[in-house]
Nanobody, 114 residues
Framework: QMQLVESGGGLVQPGGSLRLSCAASRSIFSNNLMGWYRQAPGKQREMVAVISRASTTNYANSVKGRFTISRDNAKSTVDLQMNSLKPEDTAVYYC????????WGQGTQVTVSS
């Protein structure tokens, strides 16, 4: 069964930090590109960061230097460390196993507000 479960969202003040975690079933995780995406109200879903099995990473320009994606292949988890958060980072964040599997988690809300 393919499954992705996110955790770690919440409310944080501007400048604060949050860490998101995604637990994946092994059938999804083992050889797959994994990523974090987000969707703000009224906007299209966008890529935040992706990571290969070898931990090669790619980030959206808007989060470079502030967010860090990592994965633990033994535990089948992929995390997103978010620092220096801004109000414009407010969104629902989704974990994704990229194509060919193309599986999504249910999302976790991140709200950056004072």
């Amino acid at each position: 069964q393919m499954q992705l479960v996110e955790s770690g969202g919440g409310l944080v003040q501007p400048g604060g930090s949050l860490r998101l975690s995604c637990a994946a079933s092994r059938s999804i995780f083992s050889n797959n590109l994994m990523g974090w995406y987000r969707q703000a109200p009224g906007k299209q879903r966008e890529m935040v960061a992706v990571i290969s099995r070898a931990s090669t990473t790619n980030y959206a320009n808007s989060v470079k230097g502030r967010f860090t994606i990592s994965r633990d292949n033994a535990k089948s988890t992929v995390d997103l460390q978010m620092n220096s958060l801004k109000p414009e980072d407010t969104a629902v964040y989704y974990c994704r196993a990229l194509p060919p599997l193309d599986s999504w988690g249910q999302g976790t809300q991140v709200t950056v507000s004072s």
